[in-house]
């Protein structure tokens, strides 16, 4: 969300900032709205005080015995209480169209994320690891886990339909194993909060994350208007929803493990098979809130901290710095952690890992006061996987298949396996 003052006094930055990502400018557009509110406020204003003025001197006109000026007077005030409440429902209609204007342009890119319309233009910042040579046709998940009976998409389409999956027996612990693995690294090693957030949030928590009103068709609704949490992040960046925190409180670092839940409305076609893309998924979320001069450092921190489950994993990834035209609606700079998949021959993004600047603090009246003064700024908010639960399932399948269709267990998982170390059918 923008500050419309920022806009007047930058609309040239503004714009410039659109364009990277590919959009049309909007600053006359929007400043447009606004003028026409301050003009209206002006015109309220000036009503409001001749209103006050004239019913001073209807006393005035009273005191003097002038009747037919009171009369006068008073049929003014009257005329007056009219305009201004109708004044104060179009003030009404023109605030809520200018912040609905505002609520669905994208955060601004920083300076230094390179331009480019798609994922084609995603800069490699590093790769960790060597893909393993297998001496035979590599699998993909899907094929192994249905191979070991131990992974079944179609019950799961009888039961809820397309895009859902039970898993089951020692596949199903290998899942929860993974979590708690993230879980414990996050909370034991780089202090995390463990937190156990609601699954279902209120429309102004969507609001502030940047799901709605845009994003609407991504997500879940309950028949009685609840919304179901398309990741944690939602959750647990709007725990600082409309406070002043100290400085000395921050940075918070919260994680959560929890379902996830998207209707995948534009995936239509894409990763059909497999869970890769699913309606109903878990994930490891990692979130941050920061002052703005830390938030950057933290940036790099989050990013290190999800890498490090899969450096742990032993799985070969790579980092990519996203381009103005991939990055999510509220990132201000994003990093995606592909992790490599010999089954389908290919990297594919893991985590995500995003710094949202004030954009979402604004959306949530999100704010710190700083150490040693009386100033109140906007928080810095960053999210990021670490990681999605389910592609990590099915990364350890792929790269720990074996010739003879079992699975290795990684080193990192196996005391959370009761010491399996292998998949079998």
């Known amino acids: 969300m923008f500050d419309i003052k920022w806009i007047r006094d930058n609309a040239a930055a503004f714009d410039a900032g659109l364009k990277s990502r590919g959009l049309e400018p909007l600053a006359d557009k929007v400043i447009a709205l606004d003028e026409a509110r301050r003009q209206h406020l002006t015109k309220l204003q000036d009503a409001q005080s001749r209103r006050n003025s004239a019913s001073k001197e209807i ?4 005191g003097a015995k002038d009747d037919a000026l009171a009369a006068k007077l008073m049929a003014e005030v009257a005329e007056l209480k009219e305009v201004i409440q ?12 200018l912040d609905d204007a505002l609520a669905v342009i994208p955060n601004l890119p920083r300076e230094d994320v390179p331009v480019g319309s798609d994922e084609k233009g995603n800069v490699e910042v590093r790769r960790v690891g ?13 094929e192994i ?64 994350t940047g799901n709605l009103p845009k994003f609407a068709e991504d997500l879940f609704q309950t028949t009685n ?26 940075p918070m670092r919260m994680t959560a493990w929890t379902p996830c839940f998207r209707s995948e409305a534009g995936a ?26 830390e938030s950057l450092a933290e940036h790099e921190r989050m990013t290190n901290c999800a890498e490090e489950v899969l450096k742990r994993l032993e799985l070969p990834y790579r980092t990519m710095l996203l381009c103005t035209g991939d990055m999510g609606f509220a990132s201000r700079r994003t990093y995606d952690i592909e992790v490599w998949l010999p089954g389908q021959d290919a990297y594919r993004e893991i985590s995500s890992c995003s710094v949202c600047g004030d954009f979402q603090a604004r959306r949530m009246g999100a704010r710190y ?53 292998k998949l079998e059918k």
């Not at 006393?59 to 009273?62: F, I, Q, V, Y």
């Not at 944690?232 to 000395?248: F, G, K, P, Q």
């Open 59 to 62: 006393g005035k006109a009273k």
């Open 130 to 142: 060597e893909p393993r040579v297998l001496d035979f046709k590599p699998k993909q998940h899907f």
């Open 225 to 250: 208007g609840y919304w179901l949490i398309p990741t944690a992040e939602v959750s647990l960046t709007n725990v600082v929803r409309d406070r002043i925190l100290d400085e000395a409180e921050l």
């Open 268 to 293: 239509a076609g894409r990763d059909t098979r497999g869970m890769i893309r699913q309606h109903q998924f878990s994930k490891v979320e990692l979130v941050s809130i920061t002052t703005p001069e």
């Open 369 to 421: 006061r700083a150490a040693g003064g009386k100033d109140v700024r906007f928080v810095h908010t960053l999210n990021g996987s670490g990681l999605a639960v389910g592609r990590t399932l099915v990364a350890v399948l792929e790269n720990y298949q074996q010739a003879d269709g079992s699975v290795i267990i990684p080193e990192a998982l196996r005391p959370y396996m009761g010491g399996l170390a």
């Open 145 to 208: 886990g249905e191979a070991l009976g131990l992974m079944d998409f179609e019950t799961a389409g009888k039961v809820s339909g397309a895009r859902f999956v039970f898993l089951k027996g020692a596949l199903a612990r290998l899942d929860r194993a993974i979590g708690s693995f993230m879980l414990d690294l996050h909370t034991g090693t780089f202090g995390y909060t463990e937190t156990n957030p609601p699954l279902l949030v209120r429309d102004d928590a969507a609001f502030g």
């Open 86 to 97: 109708q004044g104060e429902e179009e003030e009404r209609t023109l605030t809520r169209a």
